[in-house]
């Protein structure tokens, strides 16, 4: 049974940092995209960063800013963000994806966390 546990999510000052974890269980981590998605309230889910062996991709709202990891040891993706603004604040979601080819759309992805709360304060 796949199992995605994300963490790390709060409440922060316009222009601080907050790192999201991701901790999963019953899936071929090393070879499975990992991606991280976002949404705001009565706003679609949105794509923000995808790892695999392949690589990484980022959307363009968060390149710069958002740096995504993985740590196969610990079978645990990471999302790191900086410079965040008011307009970060959404539920933050972990994804996989039974392929190493990254995609960015939400439907692309098999299984998903429960997500963590992020907010933004001016």
């Known amino acids: 049974q796949v199992q995605l546990v994300e963490s790390g999510g709060g409440l922060v000052q316009a222009g601080g940092s907050l790192r999201l974890s991701c901790a999963t269980s019953?899936?071929?981590?090393?070879?499975?995209?990992m991606g991280w998605f976002r949404q705001a309230p009565g706003k679609e889910r949105d794509f923000l960063a995808a790892?695999?062996?392949?690589?990484?991709i980022y959307a363009d709202s968060v390149k710069g800013r958002f740096t995504i990891s993985r740590d196969n040891a610990k079978v645990t993706v990471y999302l790191q963000m900086n410079n965040l603004k008011p307009e970060d604040t959404a539920v933050y979601y972990c994804?996989?994806?039974?392929?190493?080819?990254?995609?960015?759309?939400?439907?692309?992805?098999?299984?998903w966390g429960q997500g963590t709360q992020v907010t933004v304060s001016p």
């Open positions: 019953g899936l071929t981590f090393s070879t499975w995209t």
């Open positions: 994804a996989s994806r039974r392929s190493a080819v990254l995609m960015t759309l939400p439907g692309n992805y098999d299984y």
């Open positions: 790892i695999s062996w392949r690589g990484t």
